[in-house]
Structures are given as structure tokens and as C-alpha cells.
């Protein structure tokens, strides 16, 4: 089965970038979709195939994806921001969550 | 409002059957691909399972192939999930989520969950 790797915690300066990344065998060939978690809430999805926005998403968040590795982007980081992040991808008529990412802003 | 609203959960012993609810509104229910996706207690999301618009095709997670069967109610604009031969180790929240665009398989709407507890 297909499987997204991404680090357990990154940490950001207040209004630095954060980079979260999701490794995942040519994943470049995938659309990869984002999810921001905040403890005790839903996940609320924050880009969706590899780099869009949906409405009301602040234009900080950004995402990529090439060769084995999507990013997803975090620029001018707030304290807001921190939260859980998942990458998702879609392979063999199943779903794939990576294991998840918690982002501090310190 | 765009809304997902999740019931059913609770304690139940292991072995033991529950059957969760999503109840939708504020879109044409009936047109969209639904899934059910769960977390543990301190663990990320694991995807459950989903069922496409209209119920004819369906799908599951390993951990649960054979338990758990997703089914809706396309008249009632409600999703379920039959989760028997339960597991400790099925202890979560369950969220169901819209999927956004068929082909795409993405998330744009997510319930706020229901717990399940199974334990003796």
C-alpha cells in the first residue's frame, strides 16, 4: 500500500515561512490535498490538488509537489496557525493520510 | 450552511455492534461521494471508508474490510456507517466529509465527529 511520510513537528519563528513536507514514491504524479487540524476541531482542508486554495483560506498557505515530495507552505506564520497537518493522496481506490505534522510557531 | 452532523456514538463492548449517522444539509446530498474517516485518541486520521453518490460502489480501509459497511439514504440525506465485531482498537472519533470533486478525491466538508469507545 502507498505510503506519505512526514516529519512529526517543525517549527516557525512568528511571521517566518514553515515548510511542512509529505514523501511519498512519485508522488510528483499525484494530487496532493492539505488539512489543518487544531486540538479538539474537525480537520478543515487547506489546499487541494497540490496548490489551491479554497475560499476563505488565507493566500500564506501555499503548496507544491514534484518527484517524491509535496510541501505545503506557510508564509508570515502566525500564532493561528498552529495545528496538526495532514497530507492526503488518493491511490488504488483508497485514501492515504500521512501520519501528520504539528507545526509550533514559537 | 454547508453542514455534516455525526450521532450514534458511544460505549460499546468488544465484539459489539454501533451503527454512526451523518446527517446532511445545506447541499444536494445526493450528488456527492461521502466518506467516514477516523482518529484515535492522540493519533492522526485514518480514512475508513467511502460510497459514491448513489450507493452502488463502495469502499474500505483495511483495519475495517469485512466489519464496518457504509451505506445512505439519499431521501433522508443521511450516511451510515454498520461497524460490528468491534475492537479496542477501533476507538476514535469518526468523522464523516464530503467529497469535493469526483476524480479528485479530496475533503471540503467535515462533520465534528463522533466518539467511540470500546471497552469492556
Known amino acids: 500500500s502507498y505510503e506519505l511520510t512526514q516529519p512529526l513537528s517543525v517549527s516557525v519563528a512568528l511571521g517566518q515561512t514553515a515548510r511542512i513536507t509529505c514523501g511519498g514514491n512519485?508522488?510528483?504524479?499525484?494530487?496532493v490535498h492539505w488539512y489543518q487540524q487544531k486540538p479538539g476541531q474537525a480537520p478543515v482542508l487547506v489546499i487541494y490538488?497540490?496548490?489551491n486554495r479554497p475560499s476563505g483560506i488565507p493566500e500564506r498557505f501555499s503548496g507544491s509537489n514534484s518527484g517524491n515530495t509535496a510541501t505545503l507552505t506557510i508564509s508570515r506564520a502566525q500564532a493561528g496557525d498552529e495545528a496538526d497537518y495532514y497530507c492526503?493522496?488518493?491511490?488504488?481506490?483508497?485514501?492515504?493520510f500521512g501520519g501528520g505534522t504539528k507545526l509550533t510557531v514559537l | 450552511e454547508v453542514q455534516l452532523v455525526e450521532s450514534g456514538g458511544g460505549l460499546v463492548q468488544p465484539g459489539g455492534s454501533l451503527r454512526l449517522s451523518c446527517a446532511a444539509s445545506?447541499?444536494?446530498?445526493?450528488?456527492?461521494?461521502m466518506h467516514w474517516v477516523r482518529q484515535a485518541p492522540g493519533k492522526g486520521l485514518v480514512w475508513v471508508s467511502r460510497?459514491?453518490?448513489?450507493?452502488?460502489?463502495?469502499a474500505y480501509g483495511d483495519s475495517v474490510k469485512g466489519r464496518f459497511t457504509i451505506s445512505r439514504d439519499n431521501a433522508k440525506n443521511t450516511l451510515y456507517l454498520q461497524m460490528n465485531s468491534l475492537r479496542a482498537e477501533d476507538t476514535a472519533v469518526y468523522y464523516c466529509?464530503?467529497?469535493?470533486?469526483?476524480?479528485?478525491?479530496?475533503?471540503?466538508?467535515w462533520g465534528k465527529g463522533t466518539t467511540v469507545t470500546v471497552s469492556s
Open positions: 466529509a464530503r467529497d469535493s470533486t469526483p476524480g479528485y478525491y479530496y475533503m471540503d466538508v
Open positions: 445545506g447541499f444536494t446530498f445526493s450528488s456527492y461521494w
Open positions: 492526503q493522496v488518493w491511490d488504488s481506490s483508497t485514501v492515504v
Open positions: 460510497i459514491n453518490s448513489d450507493g452502488s460502489s463502495t
Open positions: 490538488r497540490d496548490n
Open positions: 512519485n508522488i510528483g504524479s499525484k494530487n
